[in-house]
């Protein structure tokens, strides 16, 4: 069975300060407002950065289509279920950027919640040209190359 897997991320809410709190307004402003104004455009950059840092991030939900089949979502808590219905040897999970980005985050996060995931496998997914039942777009239209960005 193929599937295709997206994930959503957002800033760690529990970290937002933290990765804050040492924002400061450029050097040469004097203006109030331009601070405060710099000061936003820094942190709604930082958490552009977070939700992007697998670190930092949190999962908001984990979309999954079957090919041919329906397509549903499920959040971090409830992915166990989907692993242990549809997560076999003949499996293959399709992503763009999923060896760099979406794997690895799942595995962060399932560890984060003490959740009963397939890391073995999961991890084994992320090796870079190498298939272990995961086809990540992004590799295989780059032909090899390192020189891709999502």
């Avoid at 069975?1 to 994930?7: G, H, K, P």
Wanted: with cysteine; glycine share 6%; net charge neutral.
């Amino acid at each position: 069975m193929n599937f295709i897997l997206d994930i959503e991320t957002k800033p760690d809410s529990n970290l937002v300060e933290l990765f804050e709190s040492n924002i400061k307004p450029a050097g040469n402003l004097k203006d109030p407002v331009k601070i405060q104004a710099d000061i936003s455009n820094k942190k709604a950059e930082a958490r552009k950065l977070m939700s992007c840092d697998q670190d930092y991030c949190d999962v908001i939900c984990i979309g999954i289509k079957e090919i041919g089949g329906p397509s549903e979502i499920y959040t971090m808590d409830s992915i166990t279920d989907w692993f242990d219905k549809h997560f076999r040897e003949n499996t293959t999970i399709i992503t763009f950027n999923g060896k760099s980005f979406d794997i690895p985050i799942i595995i962060k996060s399932g560890i984060k919640r003490g959740l009963d995931l397939p890391y073995k496998r999961l991890k084994l997914m992320t090796e870079k040209y190498k298939s272990n039942g995961h086809i990540d777009l992004i590799q295989e239209l780059s032909f090899g190359s390192n020189n891709y960005k999502s």
